[in-house]
Nanobody, 130 residues
Framework: QVRLVESGGGSVQDGGSLRLSCAASGYTANDYCVSWFRQAPGKEREGVASMYTAGRMSYYADSVKGRFRISQDNAKNTLYLQMDRLNAEDTAMYYC???????????????????????WGQGTQVTVSS
């Protein structure tokens, strides 16, 4: 069973930076779509960034493009989200997600549909204050 554990959340001032980490275990497929989602109170969960574990292409929501960067260390099975120039609208619970090759979430990796995700982490809170 795939297990995803996020860390690195916290409180930061407007304009600051944070780096989230997601440690994965239990991978059995030869490739996964790995993603970061976020959910603010009263809002729907939205995908902010995604990529394939076997590839280098990455995909971003317009709201974070140029400020966030998704990356991975395959040797450590760890996914990262570097977040720069944070603002209050970035305040949310952030979730790591993974979908194996052959699944709908994998084939639609660039679109980041929450309902298609196979595995979720427990989330880490990011709070940006002015």
């Amino acid at each position: 069973q795939v297990r995803l554990v996020e860390s690195g959340g916290g409180s930061v001032q407007d304009g600051g930076s944070l780096r989230l980490s997601c440690a994965a275990s239990g991978y059995t497929a030869n490739d996964y779509c790995v993603s970061w989602f976020r959910q603010a109170p009263g809002k729907e969960r939205e995908g902010v960034a995604s990529m394939y574990t076997a590839g280098r292409m990455s995909y971003y929501a317009d709201s974070v493009k140029g400020r966030f960067r998704i990356s991975q260390d395959n040797a450590k099975n760890t996914l990262y989200l570097q977040m720069d120039r944070l603002n209050a609208e970035d305040t949310a619970m952030y979730y790591c997600a993974a979908s194996p090759a052959g699944s709908s979430g994998y084939s639609r990796c660039a679109l980041r549909y929450p309902l298609l995700v196979a595995y979720w982490g427990q989330g880490t809170q990011v709070t940006v204050s002015s």
